[in-house]
């Protein structure tokens, strides 16, 4: 069975000041991750994805994750904070292979502050 | 392109009535999942959907159903409702059941509550 561990229910941090979101995860398969992002009374919006290509990724909005096998983790990172992240943060992987069940973690409130 | 539309977007509901959910994927999506969301449990699998078939099916009670039709359109049914359904009901579609890529893309949510 897989599943998601997110260190950390709130994170706070500076406009301008590095973000960092914690994922960690196990499967018996190789995974496929996610990054997802919720804002106030809407759905989930892809961030990022890994498939088994490159571990470092880029994705949507300047943020970025690093596929750590060795770890198991998935942290999600920014270089600088802007107000407008403010927002729910999932992680979740899956099975891989294509199938689309996603195992969520139970997410992290990023606070930012002017 | 239109994204996933669900609808209604919020309801209210009495103990021991019954809802209906409705989602309508991304066009030319084959593939519609089920999730919920509570504050205590976060977001859990219910079931996903192919070609009208479940392809599989979360741990939840069998007070909940769904069903896909021809044209991908899918709906989710929850019977004598407790109050512990109260939840965001979100729907998600993908090109299709092991189309490689596992992404999904998220309607805006149904909200459910039950008094």
């Known amino acids: 069975a897989q599943s998601v561990t997110q260190l950390g229910s709130h994170v706070s941090v500076s406009e301008g000041a590095l973000v960092l979101l914690r994922c960690n995860y196990s499967?018996?398969?190789?995974?496929?991750l996610f990054w997802y992002v919720q804002y106030p009374n809407q759905g989930l919006q892809l961030l990022l994805k890994y498939t088994s290509a490159a571990t470092l990724v880029k994705g949507i909005n300047g943020f970025e994750a690093e596929f750590k096998k060795s770890e198991t983790s998935f942290h999600l990172t920014k270089p600088s904070a802007h107000m407008s992240d403010a927002a729910e943060y999932f992680c979740a992987v899956s099975e891989g292979g294509g199938y689309s069940t996603l195992t969520f973690g139970k997410g992290t409130m990023l606070l930012v502050s002017p | 392109k239109a994204g996933v539309t669900q609808t209604p977007r919020y309801l209210i509901k009495t103990r021991g009535q019954q809802v209906t959910l409705s989602c309508s994927p991304i066009?030319?999506?084959?593939?519609v999942s089920w999730y919920q969301q509570t504050p205590g449990q976060g977001l859990q699998f219910l079931f996903e959907y192919f070609s009208e078939t479940q392809r599989n099916k979360g741990n939840f009670p069998g007070r909940f159903s769904g069903r896909q039709f021809s044209n991908s359109r899918s709906e989710m049914n929850v019977s004598t409702l407790e109050l512990g359904d109260s939840a965001l009901y979100l729907c998600?579609?993908?090109?299709?059941w092991g189309d490689g890529t596992g992404e999904l893309f998220f309607g805006e949510g149904s909200r459910l509550t039950v008094l």
């Open positions: 066009s030319g999506h084959r593939s």
């Open positions: 499967s018996s398969v190789p995974p496929y």
């Open positions: 998600a579609s993908s090109l299709g």
